[in-house]
């Protein structure tokens, strides 16, 4: 009885810190950010099938250390040396367009290939060092499901 009293106790406290956390962000960097840009009108491969996962924004640049210009630059693709309460744009600012064009495939303009290539690149490589061969699996989320999470209620009907 009281070990279960306690778990539910525990349970409610860290439920309690995640609202917290979360009403806190405001304006600042948030801590996770659920990357769904609202340029994609019609998603059809993310929404409503598939959900995004939380981008941990705050653990990038504390637990795995990595610098702001890594992943923000400038119009000129230079790194961008912040601070957090800088503002920042988002990337759609500049990668805005939304549609892959079928002629130029790999246009690093176009949204999705900019983020995939940000990620993707990193992880795989984060991966490989990690000792998987391929850089597919590993700590570092790489196959598609792993950021875009297949919505379980949707699928079964
Ligand atoms: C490391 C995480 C990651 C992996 C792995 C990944 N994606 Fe994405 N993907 C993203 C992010 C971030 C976006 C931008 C989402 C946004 O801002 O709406 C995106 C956007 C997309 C979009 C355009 C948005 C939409 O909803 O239509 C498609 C389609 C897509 N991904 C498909 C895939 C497929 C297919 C794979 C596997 C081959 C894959 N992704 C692997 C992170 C990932
Ligand atoms: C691993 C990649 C990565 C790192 C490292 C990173 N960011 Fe970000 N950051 C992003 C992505 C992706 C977004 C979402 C942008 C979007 O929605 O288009 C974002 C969003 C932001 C935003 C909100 C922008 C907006 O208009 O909503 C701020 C502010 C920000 N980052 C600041 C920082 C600072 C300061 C650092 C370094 C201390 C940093 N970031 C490190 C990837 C990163
Ligand atoms: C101020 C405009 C601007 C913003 C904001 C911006 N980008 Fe870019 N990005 C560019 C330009 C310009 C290039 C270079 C395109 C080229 O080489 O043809 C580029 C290139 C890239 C590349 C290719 C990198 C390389 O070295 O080949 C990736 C990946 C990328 N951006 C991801 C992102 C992500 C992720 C964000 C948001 C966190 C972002 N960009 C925000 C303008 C921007
Ligand atoms: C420059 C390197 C780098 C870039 C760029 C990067 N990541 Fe990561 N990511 C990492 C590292 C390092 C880890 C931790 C792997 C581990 O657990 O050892 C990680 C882990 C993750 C995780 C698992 C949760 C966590 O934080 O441990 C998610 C989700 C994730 N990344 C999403 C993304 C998305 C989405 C993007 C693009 C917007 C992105 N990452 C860009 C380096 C990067």
Do not use: W
Not at 13 to 37: H, R, S
Request: with cysteine; proline share 5%; aromatic share 4%.
């Amino acid at each position: 009885m009281n070990k279960k009293l306690l778990t539910l106790l525990l349970a409610i406290g860290i439920a309690v810190i995640f609202v917290a956390t979360g009403l806190y962000a405001g304006t600042e960097v948030k801590d996770n950010l659920i990357l769904e840009d609202p340029g994609y009108k019609k998603p059809k491969k993310r929404a409503p099938k598939f959900k995004s996962l939380a981008f941990t924004h705050k653990k990038h640049m504390e637990d795995h250390k990595i610098a702001c210009g890594e992943c923000h630059h400038d119009k000129d693709n230079k790194p961008l040396d912040l601070k957090v309460g800088d503002n920042v744009q988002k990337c759609s600012e500049c990668h805005n367009k939304f549609k892959k064009d079928k002629k130029n495939k790999k246009d690093i303009m176009v949204h999705e290939n900019a983020m995939h290539q940000n990620c993707k690149t990193c992880h795989k490589k984060i991966n490989i060092e990690a000792g998987d061969p391929k850089g597919t699996k590993g700590p570092a989320p790489y196959s598609c499901s792993k950021c875009h999470i297949p919505d379980k209620k949707k699928k079964k009907k």
